[in-house]
């Protein structure tokens, strides 16, 4: 079931009417307060989410949903006006899968649809991840540093995990823009540099494990616990 939360009726019809017609389930909510009476007695399998919303808007919403273990896991794509790329990196950070601006054809709503989908069902990799002092646990989304909890960003949270997951394999920062940002995104690879930045900074003495590869990327290596 793909639920839709869009206060347009004409927009949120037409949503509906593309995805039952490719062969999905789908629910409209004009408003965050129904959106989350009925999330009380059903979890869907992903949400478009408007970012414009009366009384509780996306962001509002995206936030709730990502900090419950009960929604966190359902992705989210977030649809927000033309030209407002505060509102995308912002929704990214906070957990969005990814993003549609405004107005959208239906086709490509379907097909983001259909690619987070895909992303999301390759969570086959190992729960916990260690290296050094660091302990990422990715079905609970923490991560400790010698045993004390660290409070990470989504996409720091991913990038950590992306390097965790793969010691001592360099990735340029395309790879590393297009894998955790999504290839789509239209944004700059500085966005990597600034968000390792803040990682770094945040592993404490562990920080210097992620190392600059010079006109390439960047790298982690520690020891495997």
Known sequence: MIWCVEDDNSIRDIELYALQSTGFEARGFCDGK????ALKSEKPRLIILDVMLPE?????????LKSSTLTRDIPVIMATAKGTEYDKIHGLDLGADDYLVKPFGVMEMISRVKAVLRRCNKNAEPSILRLSGIVLNESERTVTSDGIRLSLTFK??????KFMAHPGVVFTRDQLFSDIWGSDFCGETRTVDIHIRTLRQK???YGNLIRTIRSVGYSMEGNDD
């Open 156 to 161: 720091e949270f991913e990038l950590l995990r």
């Open 56 to 64: 509780m808007d996306g962001i509002e919403i995206l936030t709730k």
């Open 34 to 37: 129904s959106f989350f009476k």
């Open 203 to 205: 592993l404490g003495i």
